[in-house]
């Protein structure tokens, strides 16, 4: 590990946190090279929904591999691209009754959170953007200026504008209404907020540490957004593919957002792969204007189109998301109310937060559960939070085992640190 470490930048994160060469890996289960198993409720910040090397999906990739099917085209027309589109089109889309067009970007959620900012811009020739509070939409310098990180925002190095942020739902505790705070001050022709080209945000935000925004004021955000003539952007790149148990992280509230971004879990496969949905209305674009040379990879394209095709067509997986969210639901919120240290627990279908109050007691649960054979991640402000992020498809006895090393985990780091434990 030494050598490597001498040869890989310091920029280097997961590797630090998870000090091990993984080699091999299949459905909830990573494999290190020296032959250690760890279940993995990281699923590549949330990349995984449906495991690793999902072999039911996997199949399309290697039959379209054998076949030499054009790989990369730019984004020339390919069997692959239109099989996607017509696919997502009739089974996520229409079924829905959405009605998008498709925007392929660079592989990135970044690259397509700058495409959206881009095309609002471009649709109401206004310049600002309203994101939220502990929101975070990419490393990309537009994206980091919707993002609230300090420390991401700082490491840019370079001066951040364009956004103006607004307190999130729940953002000064549950009496304060912060969509009317948002309301009065886009709606006063003196608040000294410009008016927006689009307002950004997540339905619950990943890296700002699983918060949930309730179904009211996500649908007060949006009639905001029409009030004023701007867009209303949902950035699903880490909620939507069935994270919290519909495809689209909003249908619970039925929204309709004028641009959805989607990356992550889109191509079902761990495949890099971005795009926007786009409402007719508001495909400004002119020929040409936001290049990339990998939009739209075919070979992500390929799983993307199976993932959907195998998963979407009956409601089982959202059910199951649902029964497994709830079944981690009740386990996190037992052990949180087993121990008397104000921890909380919060989320949507199977994206839960464990808020350990501190950054301390979270690094140490989780180091604790590598060392056991878990692989979960922090997240927050202050990585306070626990993330669970088990892949959608995960079986009940693999995600009752990594809840059990967690709460084994929990129990030592507090009893360590002396804290009083029931
Ligand atoms: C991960 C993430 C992004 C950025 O995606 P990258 O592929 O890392 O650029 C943007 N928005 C949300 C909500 C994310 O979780």
Request: aromatic share 10%.
């Amino acid at each position: 590990m030494q050598s490597l470490e001498k040869l890989e930048s310091n920029v280097r994160s997961y590797s630090r946190s998870f000090p091990a060469i993984f080699s091999r890996a299949r459905g909830s289960i990573i494999k290190t090279e020296a032959g250690q198993e760890a279940i993995d409720f990281l699923s590549g910040a949330g990349a995984l929904n449906y495991g690793h090397n999902n072999h039911r999906i996997k199949t399309a990739l290697t039959e379209y591999l054998a076949s030499d099917a054009v790989i990369h085209g730019l984004d020339m027309v390919t069997p692959a691209k239109i099989e996607f589109m017509e696919t997502f089109s009739s089974v996520i889309l229409r079924e829905r009754g959405l009605h998008y067009r498709f925007q392929f970007t660079g592989p990135t959620g970044a690259n397509a959170i700058e495409a959206a900012l881009k095309l609002s811009r471009r649709v109401t020739g206004r310049q600002n953007i309203i994101s939220f509070t502990h929101g975070y939409h990419g490393a990309s310098l537009g994206a980091l200026a919707v993002s609230g990180n300090r420390f991401y925002r700082a490491a840019s190095g370079a001066f951040l504008f364009g956004a103006t942020f607004m307190p999130y739902d729940g953002y000064l505790g549950p009496s304060v209404d912060t969509v009317g705070y948002l309301r009065k001050v886009l709606t006063d022709e003196s608040s000294g907020i410009d008016r927006p080209a689009a307002i950004l945000v997540e339905t619950v935000q990943g890296e700002g540490g699983i918060n949930v925004a309730r179904k009211e004021w996500l649908q007060a955000v949006q009639a905001t957004a029409k009030d004023i003539d701007a867009l209303f952007i949902v950035d699903d790149i880490q909620m939507g593919c069935g994270r919290t148990g519909e495809f689209f992280s909003f249908e619970f509230a039925a929204l309709s957002p004028d641009i959805v971004v989607l990356s992550k879990s889109l191509s079902g496969y761990g495949l890099p792969l971005s795009m926007l949905l786009i409402k007719e209305e508001y495909d400004a674009w002119r020929p040409g204007e936001h290049p990339g040379t990998f939009r739209g990879n075919n070979f992500a394209l390929v799983s993307a189109t199976a993932a959907v095709d195998i998963y979407w067509r009956s409601q089982t997986l959202s059910q199951e998301v649902l029964r497994k969210g709830e079944l981690m639901r009740r386990r996190l919120e037992g052990i949180a109310s087993s121990h008397c240290n104000n921890f909380a627990v919060r989320g949507r279908g199977m994206v839960l937060g464990f808020d350990c109050r501190t950054a301390e007691i979270a690094e140490s649960t989780v180091r604790k559960a590598f060392e056991k054979g878990l692989i979960i991640e922090r997240c927050g402000p202050i990585d306070q939070v626990i993330k669970f992020l088990p892949a959608l498809t995960i079986d009940p006895e693999t995600l009752t085992q990594g809840i059990d090393i967690f709460e084994e985990s929990l129990a030592e780091t507090l009893k360590q640190a002396g804290s009083v434990v029931d």
